[in-house]
């Protein structure tokens, strides 16, 4: 009887490294490796580095696959083939893996231990986790700090000064009428007075011969200055009454 020892179709050999621990959002961990697999030499596969939780299949971070970083899509839109490539050669292939946390993954915020592994993708977008022993992992980042939005600073209003209104002080009735009309007296020229034997000056108080022709003069000019008195008068009542009513008005009565 003949016994044959099993040989796993593919296996990763990861190497210790010195760093357990990752502190620091663009920390990066380099992990040398060994791909074994039963493949034709010049065979092609894409390998991913992976952080998760024991237990679970919920992987995060980025991978450096020699010209940028990368973190998905792995199976679509051939996404598979911007990770880190590998050529089989005497199948078997060495390298180093280049990875760091994806800080906005939940899957990696949490704080607490993790495991890595290294999950191997085919020409066709294949995914297959070969037999390995995951490195064990530490990851405790720093909370984020919460940014506030700057608040709003209104622009200063221009005070306007209102210029203040002229002041109009409304005489009574009777005291604008009482002023024209002694105004007008003042004014109107002095006036003889009639009497038996002739006219007497109001000034001088002489007395001068009288003729009918005179008297009928002054009876006329006296008519004339009486009539000169009752025109003003009629105004100023009227120019009284209407800004009276314009107070009124105003203060709302």
């Known amino acids: 009887m003949f016994w044959f020892s099993t040989v796993s179709a593919a296996e990763i050999i990861l190497s ?4 357990a621990e990752i502190t620091k959002v663009e920390q990066e961990l380099t992990v040398p490796l060994e791909l074994k697999i039963n493949s034709s030499d010049g065979t092609v596969y ?3 580095g992976a952080f998760f939780k024991e237990g679970t299949s919920q ?11 990368y973190n998905g899509p792995f199976t679509s839109g051939d996404g598979w083939k911007k990770l880190l490539t590998v050529t089989i050669a ?9 990875v760091k946390v994806d800080s906005n993954d939940s899957h990696c915020r949490e704080p607490g231990d993790y495991l890595f592994k290294v999950l191997r993708y085919t020409e066709a ?10 490195l064990k992992i530490r990851i405790a980042l720093p909370s984020p700090t ?5 608040s709003a600073t209104n622009a200063p209003v221009k005070s ?23 105004k007008a007296v003042s004014s109107s020229p002095k006036i003889p007075i009639a009497s038996s034997l002739g006219f007497i000056s109001s000034d001088s108080g002489e007395v001068s011969p009288v003729n009918e022709a005179s008297v009928a003069g002054i009876t006329e000019k006296s008519q004339g200055n009486i009539a000169n008195l009752f025109i003003p008068g009629i105004f100023l009542i009227f120019l009284s009454a209407f800004l009276s009513f314009n107070k009124l008005r105003k203060q709302g009565v």
């Open 16 to 19: 210790d490294i010195d760093t």
């Open 46 to 48: 894409y390998l991913r």
């Open 59 to 69: 992987y995060c971070g980025y991978t450096w696959n020699g010209s940028e970083w």
């Open 90 to 98: 005497s199948d078997s292939a060495k390298t180093e893996i280049k």
């Open 125 to 134: 977008g294949n995914s297959s986790g070969d037999d390995q022993t995951p």
């Open 146 to 150: 919460p940014t506030t939005a700057p």
């Open 160 to 182: 306007q000064t209102v210029p203040a209104k002229p002041k109009i002080t409304l005489l009574p009735t009777h005291t604008l009428f009482a002023t024209a009309i002694i």
